[in-house]
């Protein structure tokens, strides 16, 4: 065979190991004669068996006294006879006997795998099918470092659910199986009693190249196979590789061979000149070359820098800018088309090929005016763009001088704009944003790319001001011509805008597309990491259930999901780093004050700060939202670069876009919400206000709220400690559009009750005033809403007040008969809040006695509002002389009793109630109250209460977290 045709099959089959994306994929199928290169335990003279040493064994057995006959043996013994032979053995004694004698024969545990086992398997087949009995293979597999993740097939119902690289055993194994396939009738039912084994195989030859070792071209095994592929494919049986030592084939036999599609590999050629050991030689001296041939070569993205030290070129050169722009459009051109492949890149690349063009960027903006200058300028900014490079305020305001002026060609400055567009969006500077953007003329995105590229954009600016229906409108505009980057950057942008039904479309026909394409491993798998990261933002529009695996890509530096958890990885270690542990303490959000802190940039915090923009601008070139496993690296990294724009829009909607309420709460903060500025506070809460008018709507509207109504209303609930009167009104009507529209208790405290606990603080009369509707009617009586009002005073006209009372006095008498606890306290709330306005009604005297109609133990008002202390001014029903009695006789709930751990939850406020009455009434009576005795007994009192609440931390088990409650609940008291 010539030399050049036996390298160009084994360079062909070396490409498709390498890259089985580009030029497709290979497997492979190993015969006995593979199996001679084990090592042997013990005598190292002893080979494993292969067919024609098995048939002889089955020979002599079953002809002792022929055993001498060499003629008959060999008759007996060769090609498809020897399955014949087998047949005879199992008839003469049984099939236990045949098992028996081929795993005696065998001798399994005699042999490990060889070096060239561990060689062969380690390469990238797709899959590895074994005609062997022996588990040579196997074992190999568990001795490798590379590609250990082979799936071991026994038997055809192993097939179902199984992973490629699988290796399939198609005719029993030592150990796993009851039943070899040897004899005649073994082979002839093959088919139809192990036909998903055929039909694995068949389908493995259509879709990649098979090559067969360890097989002679009179093996029963090689013959068998190939007549069962040509029956089932006929004439659509694609080639096989044959790879051996084949220089004793004579044409004739060659001939047959070629005409059933086998192409046989000599690999003779391989080892001229050696007489020794050939075989061996041979197959090593071929997987050496495989090896060599599919070894994966580093991705030259970037392979010279020309014009790199700018400072050597000018002291012996000089400069020629147009010689300049030649040579760097070159550059730029191979570095474009090379990025195009891939929807991110490692950090690595992106840093080198960022800081590079950044650099060539820097210098070209400071020289004057020469042939396609604009043209370059234009092409670095698309390039740094995609390195995620970000762009600071100097070079800007030249790239933005050259976007204004109007003699420059406005087709050479589209990616200049979408790069200053994106630089706006993140730096918050929405007047530049607005006046660039309202300038484009369409003329300039002529190609989808840039098209797609401006819609996105728009998406995101949409997005960011929480215009949802303005972004879905956007959106919509993007061109889909193939279904790849841009098809999954759509997908990932409607994953956040939770329009999930067309997401799902748009991946579920990504995937099928990609999965056609012949692309290079890097490109693939930069596609296909990019898809599943996608398919992860939106579970549960795949029923829980992962689409496709990215698996085969794991390792691949260009895998778009390897790149984003390797950055979140950095970004960590970045922000961490060289800080040391500290214990704080979380204060709860008090509108009452606020402290503002400045610091200076240190180098690592302008690192810091570095890092995490390129961490962000990672995100944000590939159109996802925060996953999960991101939301503390991208709230760190949000946090770095705070300081970093006045504006902090586009923070502010990536922290709410993590859809965690912890991380929301703790970033929004009194000292960003008073720094952000009154104007940009009341766009923002517009726009959440609007939010959750849509999470109210119906189940559909509901459904496109990307964010958690809880998480709305607290954010909403803070911002007012800086909004006027109108809009808290605004905020209250939509707590109670919530309480109105939801059932469940708990999720509505839990949306409700914090909220307005926070926005109380605010308020004043004239939100009072506007609630007073709302304070008749018993909204939000569940919460207590009308006590809130307590230190307010109430001041209206004089005809409104008249309308008002006697609509208040009419609620109040009848809802102070209520057995309803809540109606009854709502009742007594607007008693106290508007006591002073119906003081001197007639009706005042009644209304007072039904709300003592109803006591407590000590003969007070029952209500779970007010304190003693509120009614001590009553001297008609003797309230300080029942209060003193309340103070002498503390009954404070038990957490601890018997022995139990009750966990009641009241305690703390009841301890605290009792003792704002103490305070207070000691206030009012200038300390003379109590004797001394009496003084002696409430102490007594609480100090044995303390004494048993201490009980809890003895106990051996910290049920429920109780011990660590009460260990914090005893230092706060």
Known sequence: MNDKIV?????????????????GAASLM????????????????NMPPDWSKLSETMYETLYPSEKDNEIRKAKECFGKNALILAQKYEVTFDRQSLNSLIERSIADKNYVPGELHRKLIELNWNDVFTTNYDTLLERAIEQIVARKNYKIVYSQDDLPGSVRPRLVKLHGSIGHSSQYIITEEDYRTYPDKYAPFVNTVQQSMLETQLCLIGFSGTDPNFLNWLGWLRDNMEENCPKMYLCGLFDNLGTAERNILERKRITILDLSVLIEGIKENRHY????KFIE???????KKKEDILSEKPYENFREFDNKLGWNMNQYAKSMMNVVNHLIEKLDDYICLPENEADDIGKYIDKQLRFILDKDFFEQKYIVINSYCRILKKCNRPLYDHVAEKLRAIVDDTSVDENMKSDIILYLLQMYRLDGEFDDYLKIKNSIKASIFDGTRKKNEYWIECTKYHMCILDMNEAYESLNKIQISSYGEYALKKASLLNQLNKKNEAKELITSTIAFVSQQRYSENRNASLIGYANLVARASWTIFDGQELFSDSLYEDNPFNCRKVVIESRESIIETIFENQRPQNCKINSFNPNAYTITYTMGSPKELKKMEESFKYLLLQDLLCIGVYRDHKNATNAAIKNIDNTSSSPLWRWYKILSTNDNHICNMYFTRERIYNAGLEFVQKFYGQLISLLEISMGDNKSKEETFVDCKILTDIA??????LDEDRIVKLINIFIRIDESLSDEDEKEAIIGNALNIIRYSFNSKILNECIGDLLDNKLIDYRFTSFFNDVDCILEEVEEQQFKEKLINSIKIELDSNDSKIRDNAINKFKLFEKLIIDSVCYEQILAKVWNQVDDFGLPLNNTYLPIAWIDDIKHKAEEKTIAYLLNPQISNNYQDGIILGGKTADDQVLGYLTVLYQMLQNKNNCIFSKGQLCSIIEYFYNYVGNERNIL??????????SQTRERLKKN
């Open 717 to 722: 609930s803070k911002i007012t400690i800086v």
């Open 289 to 295: 070359l495989l090896k060599q041939k599919s070894e």
């Open 30 to 45: 190993v015969g006995a004669g593979f199996s001679k290169n084990a090592d042997c335990i013990g005598d190292k003279t």
């Open 7 to 23: 390298y160009s099959y084994i360079d062909e089959i070396g490409k498709r190991l390498g890259d089985p994306s580009l030029y």
């Open 954 to 963: 003895d106990r051996s088990y910290d049920i429920m977290g109780l011990i």
């Open 281 to 284: 030689m041979a197959i090593k």
